[in-house]
């Protein structure tokens, strides 16, 4: 950071201030408390985090020190304060997978691929950015979930929340920016998936490597058997989506 840009000593100070202001907040919050879900302590917890962490960057850029705190992440959702009885739910998902095998990943989508080659994105199957849209429009992705090894996927963590609404939206109303306004105080539940939360999951992993290292040194070796090893679950799959006269359905896609 240059000289220009950093912090005066009387900001630092004045940071300095803040937080010893906001720890007396806090714990007066504490000794006023009326139940384990207070506001008031949950607020001032966030004033003394945020105090806390602005001090500490504006020491780093003014003297290159450091405090000896850490300051928590949220692990808990706060109070809710909703409506007792919602209208309307709202549902949000994330998952997040690495693309493991990505010769697996279009492999399968040149099944998709050639049950309809008239689908839009025809070709698309050659690269990985191709081959997912070809697959996250054929397949629900409650599915790819539940079978993402198949489609050369490995997972990652993922998270669900469900969020209490007065009334349902609009139709198309929040559709440019579904994320953007999410309320935690609205969230009726919340279920979070990790490998953080799995005492057993480097153990797991050593157990796979042994398993693929039996298998075989070079694991290049079997990509062009791929297709063969997917064909009996795609054609099922596939088989699905045939429409009345036998032809292949198109992909949807806006699912």
């Known amino acids: 950071m240059s000289d220009a840009a950093q912090p005066t000593a009387a900001e630092v100070r004045a940071a300095a201030?803040?937080?010893?202001?906001?720890?007396?907040?806090?714990?007066?919050?504490?000794?006023?408390?009326?139940?384990?879900?207070?506001?008031?302590?949950?607020?001032?917890?966030?004033?003394?985090?945020?105090?806390a962490e602005a001090y500490d960057e504006l020491l780093y850029d003014r003297y290159d020190e450091v405090t000896p705190f850490e300051i928590p992440g949220e692990d808990t959702l706060p109070p809710y304060t909703g409506?007792?009885?919602?209208?309307?739910?709202?549902?949000?998902?994330?998952r997040d997978y690495a693309v493991a095998e990505p010769q697996r990943l279009m492999a399968q989508a040149r099944r998709v691929e050639a049950a309809d080659e008239d689908a839009p994105g025809a070709g698309a199957s050659?690269?990985?950015?191709?081959?997912?849209?070809?697959?996250?429009?054929?397949?629900?992705?409650?599915e790819i979930a539940s079978r993402?090894?198949?489609?050369?996927?490995?997972?990652?963590?993922?998270?669900?929340?469900?969020?209490?609404?007065?009334?349902s939206a609009e139709p198309g109303e929040w559709l440019e920016a579904p994320f953007e306004e999410v309320d935690p105080e609205r969230v009726v539940c919340r279920f979070d998936v990790s490998a953080v939360f799995d005492e057993e999951f480097d153990d797991g992993d050593d157990e796979e490597e042994e398993d693929e290292e039996d298998?075989?040194?070079?694991?290049?070796?079997?990509?062009?058997?791929?297709?063969?090893?997917?064909?009996?679950d795609l054609d099922t799959d596939l088989d699905r989506d045939l429409d009345e006269d036998g032809e292949p359905a198109r992909l949807e896609a806006d699912r």
């Open 83 to 94: 409506p007792e009885e919602p209208g309307a739910l709202s549902v949000l998902i994330r």
């Open 17 to 51: 201030e803040a937080v010893k202001t906001a720890l007396d907040r806090h714990l007066a919050a504490v000794e006023r408390r009326s139940g384990e879900e207070d506001p008031a302590v949950y607020d001032a917890f966030n004033e003394l985090a945020a105090a």
């Open 126 to 142: 050659g690269t990985v950015h191709g081959a997912l849209g070809l697959l996250f429009g054929e397949f629900e992705p409650d």
């Open 215 to 232: 298998e075989g040194e070079d694991g290049e070796a079997d990509l062009p058997d791929l297709d063969e090893d997917l064909d009996t």
């Open 148 to 167: 993402h090894k198949e489609f050369g996927l490995e997972e990652g963590d993922s998270t669900l929340w469900v969020t209490a609404a007065d009334e």
